[in-house]
């Protein structure tokens, strides 16, 4: 197998998580970064030191595309599955369901254990399986690790890529946003977190014709036709009224529930597969939020409107995410205003990836941007996502007028005078400023994310898309560091 250098760095990282005696460990990587691709490589490493190894999948229709990965390599394998043509209990590595667990009286022992989508398979098997072999070393696989089940049980976290470096190097596509007609959630009774299903699916039903001449206005004026897409809705009755309508409307629309046979399931999947499938749009409340690497799709419609849960949105705007042949960006159409709701948690993960084991993303209801916000936040022609505080709408060229003289671009203030931009510093002197606030924070007995506050300290914005370089520092940089050392203790003292 040839992988990617960051593929090789996550595996390097991860054995040297196992060195520092971490048993239970989280590959944490984007999606589409190829984690099914590293976790093939360690199965290879480890079945050459004659080591038995279980890889365990959510669902079934997980568990079949697993094994074509292993397949694909000549990699020999059985899978634990009652019935299955290709049980094999004596092959080295196997491959599991977690529900296949659940019904297992005893479990067999492995000396390591892969957990793919491990956001979602905290689940009473899986805990009990942990608990039952605390000397397994386990790397649990998600590009969302805030499960506040995992920091109980993991302690450590690998994560040596981040989105926009994936974007960067065209591993991964970019995005463009469109904030559509929004589900009104107001009045909406809360349940365990979310807004209660019933009333939230009764909301969404009476935006089902915005969503759907949405979807047509947008795909045809980006793409001149119907857009290959997935739409998540808030609720099987939803998705059922969408597809009428879209349908109704000329686009060939096929719901995917929980409640369909795995066959059906399949058949639906491998025809939409196809570059020629009659299949313009796929629609499902959750069941393709996870594990579903279909890369030509080009559309993701988000019609399920959240409060907490920043995993489900992360991973419904990441089924666009993978880059295919002639596929330059995807299309993000949000009619759930979970876009808008959960941008600082999207900018932070975009730029910074996960940098420790931590439930707070998942934990705690988003504030709901006022009226005013949602205006200003898009494009009032065509509703793309306003790019900053730009005065031009980057997708159909719209202007609006200049609010005050001081503009603000993506990542530093601008100070407009005399028609002349003036800025005090490159992104370049930047990350040297941040580099070298990473040396003083190992080198001095300082807080951890000492170098994170004195960046923005320094310069006002947090410093997403720098790196975690480090260098020694300059007398200029200890110098101002020391300096609010000194300020701080005068007010102390004071």
């Not at 054995?15 to 099914?36: C, D, M, N, Y």
């Not at 070393?137 to 450590?156: C, D, L, Q």
């Amino acid at each position: 197998m040839i992988l990617r250098p960051y593929q090789d760095q996550s595996i390097e990282s991860l054995r040297e998580g196992f060195r520092a005696k971490h048993i239970r460990q989280v590959l944490a990587a984007p999606t589409g970064s190829g984690k099914s691709v590293i976790a093939v490589a360690m199965i290879q490493s480890a079945i050459e030191k004659n080591s038995r190894v279980l890889f365990i999948c959510e669902r079934r229709v997980l568990v079949e595309q697993f094994s074509k990965h292993l397949d694909a390599i000549g990699i020999e394998h059985g899978i634990l599955m009652a019935q299955h043509w290709r049980w094999r209990p004596n092959a080295l590595v196997q491959v599991a369901s977690a529900q296949t667990l659940e019904r297992m009286e005893t479990w067999p022992k492995f000396d390591i254990v892969f957990l793919d989508e491990l956001h979602v398979m905290m689940r009473k098997s899986v805990i009990a399986m942990i608990k039952a072999f605390p000397d397994t070393r386990i790397v649990g696989m998600t590009a969302t690790p805030f499960n506040p089940k995992i920091p109980e049980h993991f302690t450590s976290v690998s994560n040596v890529v981040t989105m926009k470096e994936l974007v960067d190097e065209g591993h991964l596509v970019p995005f463009r946003v469109f904030i559509a007609h929004e589900i009104d959630t107001k009045g909406i009774k809360v349940s365990m977190g979310e807004w209660q299903k019933d009333q939230l699916e009764s909301a969404a039903l009476k935006v089902v014709g915005d969503v759907v001449s949405d979807y047509i206005q947008i795909s045809q004026g980006v793409f001149g036709r119907n857009s290959k897409a997935i739409c998540f809705s808030a609720g099987i009755a939803h998705g059922a009224e969408l597809v009428l309508k879209f349908n109704e409307a000329g686009v060939n629309a096929v719901q995917l529930t929980c409640n369909d046979d795995n066959e059906y399931k399949a058949d639906v999947l491998s025809d939409f597969a196809k570059c020629d499938s009659a299949i313009d749009m796929l629609i499902s409340a959750d069941i393709l939020t996870r594990g579903y690497d279909q890369t030509d799709i080009e559309h993701v419609i988000m019609a399920r409107p959240l409060r907490k849960s920043f995993s489900t949105v992360v991973q419904m705007v990441g089924r666009g995410a993978r880059p295919h042949e002639g596929k330059e960006f995807c299309v993000v159409q949000d009619n759930s205003g979970n876009w808008l709701r959960f941008r600082d948690s999207w900018e932070d993960l975009y730029h910074s990836g996960v940098t420790e084991l931590s439930s707070l993303h998942d934990s705690k209801a988003r504030k709901e941007p006022t009226d005013k916000e949602k205006k200003e936040n898009k494009c009032p022609r065509c509703h793309a996502l306003w790019p900053g505080n730009a005065d031009t709408c980057t997708h159909c060229g719209y202007k609006r007028k200049k609010k005050s003289l001081a503009i603000t671009v993506p990542g530093e203030m601008i100070e407009l005078t005399n028609t002349r931009l003036k800025k005090d510093f490159t992104a370049d002197q930047k990350q040297a400023w941040y580099s070298q606030f990473l040396y003083l924070e190992n080198t001095w007995k300082v807080k951890r994310y000492w170098a994170y506050a004195q960046f923005i300290k320094k310069f006002g914005h947090k410093p997403h898309g720098y790196t975690a370089t480090i260098r020694p520092a300059s007398r200029e940089v200890i110098g101002w560091a020391k300096s609010g050392f000194i300020a701080n203790a005068n007010r102390r003292i004071s």
